[in-house]
């Protein structure tokens, strides 16, 4: 069974989709919520709730075939300050790093490293984090390779995130796992502009990742609301009225249109600041109905929560969305423990990896990458008892002699 380092872990979304196939050798968050959230769930056998920069090798056992860091986004993201890798957050990568150097030191390099974070992790001043995270890599000898994958292939929720999937140069990498070139399924044209950006030694050990394209989503945003949810109450008609009144022309055009549906239409509204008429920031709420959720974040302010806004007919109804309805859209099952508060419950989810997205990417590289070096390691080892064997046989073979 391959084991795992989970670090940045949050509610254990990671270890979700990596599933029980997988062993939780160590988990690391510094957040005693999510720490508490983790433990409902997983129990706190390889817990360890601290800052990463105070963890030792010493607490991280044995030796483990995959390190999965989703580091913070706040500073990488749009709505961050722009700090990137050398903010508050966002920094918290280097002692990360510094740790998989200490275990390579140690013989105990992981044999793969998953970077996970948002989007703008690629652009972020101008190129030079992307560069610097893969010339890190990079120098302890793993070979790399960056895609976007985004969530609403399996969920419906729109929530494209950076995967960087790194290998010890030493281990074997099935041929089918790597393309001749960039794949625009996989790889948009900001990670290509990155690519080009690179450092020689970068892009020598680059490789272009795999992946088949997964199946057509089946579930919409509608099968996952309920009429009478948990931790959220339905808005008074002059609330929902208010917030119909912050909407634009052409979001209330969307919101006509979905009454003349003739089916229960559910959207997703969030409130953006906006440039008015009068030149003036102005707060807007924005509504999709196209079955997809937006992207969910953590609720720092009310802005930050999604709302729901649900038509059928003439009627309009909207609430803030459910604690059970965020994890569903981050596709956690139905047995997964949320806390009791809505605000830690909607943090655990926003700030969460989505489950789905990990199984796949388990599914069609991890495992495959896996299973390559454990048939290297059998065959080295049966090779090794093979030679033993002969050579035993040589000897005896001259003592009979003699």
């Given at each position: 069974m391959?084991?795992f380092?989970?670090?940045?872990?949050g509610?254990?979304?990671?270890r979700?989709?990596l599933g029980?196939?997988w062993?939780?050798?160590f988990?690391?968050?510094?957040?005693?919520?999510?720490?508490?959230?983790y433990?409902?769930?997983?129990?706190?056998?390889?817990?360890?709730?601290?800052?990463?920069?105070?963890?030792?090798?010493r607490?991280?056992?044995a030796?483990?075939d995959?390190?999965w860091?989703?580091?913070?986004?706040q500073?990488?993201?749009?709505?961050?300050?722009?700090?990137g890798?050398?903010?508050?957050?966002s920094?918290?990568f280097?002692?990360?790093?510094?740790l998989?150097?200490?275990?390579?030191?140690?013989?105990?390099a992981?044999?793969?490293?998953?970077?996970?974070?948002?989007?703008?992790a690629i652009?972020?001043?101008?190129?030079r984090?992307f560069a610097?995270l893969?010339?890190a890599?990079?120098?302890?000898g793993?070979?790399?390779?960056?895609?976007?994958?985004?969530a609403?292939?399996?969920?419906?929720?729109?929530?494209?995130r950076l995967f960087?999937v790194?290998?010890?140069?030493?281990k074997?990498?099935?041929?089918s796992?790597?393309?001749?070139?960039?794949?625009?399924?996989w790889h948009?044209?900001s990670?290509?502009?990155?690519?080009?950006a690179l450092s020689?030694?970068?892009?020598?050990?680059?490789l272009?990742?795999?992946?088949p394209?997964p199946?057509?989503r089946?579930v919409a945003?509608?099968d996952?609301?309920?009429?009478?949810?948990?931790g959220?109450?339905?808005h008074?008609?002059?609330?929902?009225?208010?917030?119909?009144?912050m909407?634009?022309?052409?979001?209330?055009?969307?919101?006509?249109?979905?009454k003349?549906?003739d089916r229960?239409a559910?959207?997703?509204?969030?409130?953006?600041?906006?440039?008015?008429?009068?030149?003036?920031k102005?707060?807007?709420?924005?509504?999709r109905?196209d079955?997809v959720s937006?992207c969910?974040?953590t609720?720092?302010g009310?802005?930050?929560?999604?709302?729901?806004?649900?038509?059928?007919?003439d009627q309009?109804?909207?609430?803030?969305?459910?604690?059970?309805?965020a994890?569903?859209l981050?596709?956690?099952?139905?047995?997964?423990?949320?806390?009791e508060s809505?605000?830690?419950?909607?943090?655990?989810?926003?700030?969460?990896v989505?489950?789905?997205?990990v199984?796949?990417?388990?599914?069609?590289?991890?495992?495959p990458?896996?299973?390559?070096?454990?048939?290297?390691?059998?065959a080295?080892?049966?090779?090794?008892?093979?030679?033993?064997?002969?050579?035993g046989a040589r000897?005896?073979s001259g003592?009979?002699?003699g």
């Amino acid at each position: 069974m391959p084991a795992f380092y989970e670090f940045f872990a949050g509610g254990g979304m990671v270890r979700a989709g990596l599933g029980s196939q997988w062993s939780c050798l160590f988990a690391n968050d510094f957040d005693s919520k999510k720490a508490a959230a983790y433990a409902a769930n997983w129990g706190s056998a390889a817990l360890c709730v601290k800052d990463v920069a105070s963890v030792s090798t010493r607490e991280l056992p044995a030796h483990a075939d995959l390190a999965w860091a989703s580091f913070p986004c706040q500073d990488l993201s749009l709505a961050g300050a722009g700090a990137g890798l050398q903010g508050r957050r966002s920094g918290t990568f280097w002692p990360f790093w510094r740790l998989i150097i200490a275990l390579a030191q140690e013989g105990r390099a992981p044999t793969m490293v998953v970077l996970e974070n948002v989007c703008g992790a690629i652009s972020a001043h101008r190129g030079r984090d992307f560069a610097a995270l893969n010339d890190a890599l990079a120098g302890l000898g793993y070979r790399l390779g960056a895609l976007v994958m985004d969530a609403v292939r399996f969920v419906p929720q729109s929530r494209p995130r950076l995967f960087v999937v790194c290998v010890q140069k030493d281990k074997p990498i099935p041929a089918s796992l790597v393309s001749p070139g960039p794949d625009l399924n996989w790889h948009p044209p900001s990670l290509l502009s990155a690519y080009q950006a690179l450092s020689p030694q970068a892009k020598s050990l680059w490789l272009w990742w795999r992946l088949p394209v997964p199946a057509a989503r089946r579930v919409a945003l509608a099968d996952l609301i309920e009429d009478e949810p948990h931790g959220a109450t339905w808005h008074t008609s002059q609330e929902t009225q208010r917030l119909l009144s912050m909407m634009s022309a052409r979001n209330l055009a969307k919101v006509e249109q979905a009454k003349r549906l003739d089916r229960r239409a559910v959207g997703g509204v969030y409130r953006r600041m906006r440039i008015g008429e009068r030149g003036h920031k102005v707060q807007r709420a924005e509504v999709r109905f196209d079955d997809v959720s937006g992207c969910l974040r953590t609720p720092a302010g009310g802005s930050s929560r999604q709302t729901i806004l649900v038509v059928e007919g003439d009627q309009v109804r909207s609430r803030l969305l459910a604690p059970r309805e965020a994890a569903r859209l981050m596709g956690l099952p139905e047995s997964y423990i949320l806390p009791e508060s809505y605000n830690e419950a909607y943090h655990l989810a926003g700030d969460g990896v989505v489950v789905p997205a990990v199984r796949y990417l388990a599914e069609h590289l991890l495992e495959p990458i896996v299973a390559a070096a454990q048939s290297r390691l059998a065959a080295a080892a049966e090779a090794s008892l093979f030679r033993g064997e002969r050579a035993g046989a040589r000897t005896q073979s001259g003592i009979s002699a003699g």
